[in-house]
């Protein structure tokens, strides 16, 4: 193409070029090439890859294990939690049945998941040297932790690499030579039970992510990033790239009316059935009860929630998508709540029992991280709340709740934030040296909201 900048294409080559139609297949495929082609042949110890949600990037991480072993180069992959891990096995061991592939776990009575057991390539154990010789060896960073003596892997992948603690990566450094890290840069950030002040702004601050000290240090290592979400349906891809990754936007593998909700039965007028009508029809929807200061587990925000589910189930959902030629109903194991503390959860639990619901996932943020549902229904963290602090108005946070979905989310949340937000703006100390997350939380939340309220639906239970 005259006037095409080669050098520009090659930095991103899950871009098209200008003129050209964007096919998310082609630029997920150069993406995944050139990814391949770093961590193959290239001369640098690292590569960094950046994965907006849903984007492959454990099929991406099953891939690139499999060539590295195909090549004759057996490796270590390290995961930060064992259903993380038992999951990549599992992968692996459905991707390629004769790949010997091992999990090295801890000595907890029933350490790994039983699926493991019906792979006949898969060999578990807690002693390293009862999985010498296997191609690929996946654990815990934690377990690996405490490998010692053991001539380094010439290669290692990182799953999960920007909810790995540096910390934690410098103890198991040693253990390779060079490594493949991948993860999400909007996800939530490392979890820590120790204030970590005192070393804000230093390179090797063992709070800050692995891949953030990786590249202190190493500022010249490759980087990329995938550029489609195969999760995101294109109702909901324009809005979390804008409001959480505006330095690495990425788009929807899908286009509108490639997925559709629908229900059996009509609406009765209430409002989660009109809350349900508009998420199916746009993608999202508001339930906004009266505006209120409540207790964190507050009893109508959480009814609200829990009645939302109900009728959902209650109205035969169906979704199509590309997955399937025939609507598929929406059962309650493809339904999620997400909430931002543990009581909330629990409350949420309780009343959907008593409503005779059971199956439907309800947890925290940080636990449905990584998780895929048809519809999520969200309790918006800063609902009813006197106060905006850094633990609600964490980017992260909001970015895992509004990102789960394939089909539609709704946000239940009482009317008032914008003005919460308003009256709490961003009190955070500036630190030198601290990589400002971009937008914080404050800004991030204000974009939601905006989007959010023209999908709003008013509800006075």
Request: net charge negative.
């Amino acid at each position: 193409m005259i006037g095409a900048d080669p050098a520009a294409a090659a930095a991103h080559p899950g871009r098209a070029r200008a003129g050209e139609p964007f096919d998310p297949s082609a630029a997920a495929a150069r993406a995944t090439e050139a990814i391949l082609r770093d961590t193959l042949h290239g001369a640098d110890r690292g590569v960094v890859v950046d994965s907006p949600p849903g984007a492959g990037k454990s099929t991406l991480v099953v891939r690139a294990a499999r060539e590295l072993a195909a090549a004759g180069r057996p490796l270590m992959v390290v995961a930060q939690t064992n259903a993380q891990v038992d999951d990549l096995v599992d992968r692996l061991a459905t991707a390629d049945p004769d790949l010997p592939v091992g999990r090295l776990h801890s000595s907890d009575p029933h350490p790994y998941d039983p699926v493991l057991d019906g792979h006949a390539s898969v060999r578990a154990s807690a002693k390293i040297a009862d999985l010498a010789g296997l191609d690929i060896v996946v654990s815990t960073a934690a377990k690996w932790a405490h490998i010692r003596h053991l001539e380094p892997w010439r290669h290692a992948i990182v799953d999960e690499a920007y909810q790995m603690r540096s910390d934690a990566l410098l103890a198991v450094a040693g253990l390779f030579e060079r490594a493949l890290f991948v993860g999400d840069p909007g996800q939530l950030d490392p979890f820590s039970v120790v204030g970590a002040d005192q070393w804000a702004g230093l390179s090797y601050d063992p709070s800050a992510s692995a891949v953030t000290t990786l590249l202190a240090h190493n500022p010249r290592l490759p980087q990329h990033r995938l550029p489609v979400s195969w999760r995101l349906p294109a109702s909901a891809a324009p809005l979390v790239s804008d409001a959480f990754y505006p330095y690495t936007p990425f788009r929807s593998g899908t286009g509108h009316g490639d997925r559709r909700l629908s229900f059996g039965v009509t609406s009765d007028g209430s409002g989660p059935d009109r809350v349900l009508d508009e998420a199916a029809a746009s993608g999202w929807g508001l339930l906004e009860l009266p505006a209120r200061r409540t207790p964190r587990t507050d009893p109508e925000a959480v009814a609200a929630v829990a009645h939302v589910v109900r009728r959902l189930l209650d109205r035969g959902a169906v979704a199509v998508s590309e997955r399937s030629d025939e609507p598929l109903p929406v059962a309650a194991d493809r339904i999620a709540v997400g909430t931002a503390h543990r009581d909330q959860a629990a409350a949420v639990r309780a009343a959907l029992t008593g409503l005779g619901v059971s199956g439907v996932t309800v947890d925290t943020a940080n636990r449905l991280q990584g998780r895929e549902f048809e519809v999520t229904v969200v309790l918006h963290p800063l609902s009813g709340r006197p106060d905006a602090t850094a633990f609600h108005l964490e980017t992260g946070r909001l970015c895992v709740l509004a990102s789960r979905h394939r089909q539609a989310c709704v946000v239940v949340c009482r009317a008032g934030v914008a003005e919460l937000l308003d009256e709490h703006p961003s009190t955070e100390p500036v630190q030198l040296g601290v990589t400002v997350k971009f937008p914080d939380g404050w800004e991030a939340n204000h974009a939601v909201l905006a989007h959010l309220a023209e999908h709003r639906v008013t509800w006075r239970p």
